[in-house]
């Protein structure tokens, strides 16, 4: 019985020195970072998301002399690589680049998903905010926004649409659209997100996309794909002739798609510190700053940990509301 007692208490402090150990950092701050970090991308290569991670991967590793490595986890609308940042070691060395989709949407629309976003994560900063717009196939018959609208309506259940995913914002955007509009297109969620979905829209393969203007903008004027209006809340320099949904009859449709910085919860303090100043740096670099504007996108970021974390609650309980008023069904 003494043995087992010993061996026990043996394991105790065992596991009590790998959970010090852990939660511990094990480099000054001075020295951080000593080694190659990980930003997961929780979407496939060509679409907004990581669109904006390319953008801000080289300055990010230039600003903290270490080189930053793009990891793509796609799948599950973003759950797959929400999950992996979730359980990566809380060192600094593994940052989430998290969207309205992934970060917003998601934790209404998996309830039963095991990670929890405004449990599990510190959010850091915002780094850009992206206005969205609605394209449908070129070959459509169609000039604009009413002309689509009695298109739909004459060809009721001949049409589809795609989006980032089951979950998306664009899904959500578009849900909302059809229900306002009185129209009902058949929904097709594309594992690769906003750039599968474009691609999937200028082949023909579905009628209608509304995605971020960072995926649209650089197929409009080829005749591929005809963008009939932006969701935000003014139209945007790079689509100057382009009507918002604000002016197209549907004010509701004027949020743009986010996109932050979030890691692990448990990081220590002065490493969240320390990235909070080097994020906020990076996004506001005047070289970034030429790039996000090639696409509409604009430079933002968080006043603080607590404003970040008070937008992220905002947004869940905002996104609860939509899918609860859209009648989405959840998984």
Same mark, same amino acid.
């Given at each position: 019985m003494k043995f087992i007692t010993i061996l026990r208490g043996l394991a105790v402090f065992a596991l009590a020195s790998v959970a010090t150990a852990h939660a511990q950092p094990s480099e000054s701050i001075e020295e951080y970072p000593s080694r190659p970090l990980r930003m997961i991308i929780p979407y496939a290569p060509g679409g907004a998301s990581d669109f904006i991670g390319r953008i801000l991967q080289p300055?990010?590793?230039?600003?903290?002399? $270490? $080189? &930053? &490595?793009?990891?793509? %986890?796609?799948?599950?609308?973003?759950?797959?690589?929400?999950?992996?940042?979730?359980?990566?070691?809380?060192?600094?060395?593994?940052?989430?680049? #998290?969207?309205?989709?992934?970060?917003? +949407?998601?934790?209404?629309?998996?309830?039963?998903?095991?990670? %929890?976003?405004?449990?599990?994560?510190?959010?850091?900063?915002?780094?850009?905010?992206?206005?969205?717009?609605? #394209?449908?196939? *070129?070959?459509?018959?169609?000039?604009?926004?009413?002309?689509? +609208?009695?298109?739909?309506?004459?060809?009721?259940?001949?049409?589809?649409?795609?989006?980032? *995913?089951?979950?998306?914002?664009?899904?959500?955007?578009?849900?909302?659209?059809?229900?306002?509009?009185? +129209?009902?297109?058949?929904?097709?969620?594309?594992?690769?997100?906003?750039?599968?979905?474009?691609?999937?829209?200028?082949?023909?393969?579905?009628?209608?996309?509304?995605?971020t203007t960072a995926s649209l903008v650089p197929f409009a004027g080829s005749g591929k794909i005809k963008i009939l209006a932006?969701?935000? %809340?003014?139209?945007?320099?790079?689509?100057?002739?382009?009507?918002?949904?604000?002016?197209? *009859?549907?004010?509701?449709?004027?949020? *743009?798609?986010?996109? #932050?910085?979030?890691?692990?919860?448990g990081t220590p303090k002065p490493i969240i510190g320390k990235l909070v100043d080097v994020v906020k740096k990076v996004v506001h670099d005047p070289w970034v700053g030429a790039r996000y504007e090639k696409v509409s996108a604009q430079q933002i970021t968080s006043d603080s940990l607590e404003d970040f974390a008070s937008f992220m609650q905002e947004q869940n309980a905002f996104w609860a509301k939509i899918i609860k008023d859209v009648g989405i069904k959840t998984q």
């Open positions: 300055k990010l590793s230039e600003a903290l002399g $270490q $080189q &930053v &490595v793009v990891d793509n %986890r796609a799948g599950a609308s973003g759950n797959i690589g929400v999950k992996a940042a979730a359980d990566a070691t809380p060192d600094g060395y593994t940052f989430l680049l #998290g969207n309205v989709s992934s970060m917003g +949407i998601n934790p209404s629309m998996f309830p039963n998903f095991p990670v %929890r976003v405004l449990r599990d994560f510190v959010g850091l900063t915002l780094v850009v905010d992206v206005p969205g717009a609605l #394209g449908v196939h *070129g070959g459509l018959p169609v000039g604009n926004l009413k002309e689509f +609208i009695a298109y739909a309506k004459d060809n009721s259940g001949k049409l589809s649409y795609g989006s980032a *995913g089951y979950g998306s914002a664009q899904r959500m955007a578009f849900e909302f659209f059809m229900k306002k509009a009185g +129209i009902k297109l058949l929904h097709v969620p594309y594992k690769g997100g906003a750039g599968a979905s474009t691609v999937a829209t200028i082949s023909g393969e579905v009628a209608a996309t509304m995605v932006v969701v935000s %809340r003014r139209r945007i320099p790079a689509l100057p002739d382009v009507p918002t949904m604000v002016e197209s *009859g549907f004010p509701e449709l004027s949020l *743009g798609s986010w996109q #932050g910085i979030f890691v692990p919860k």
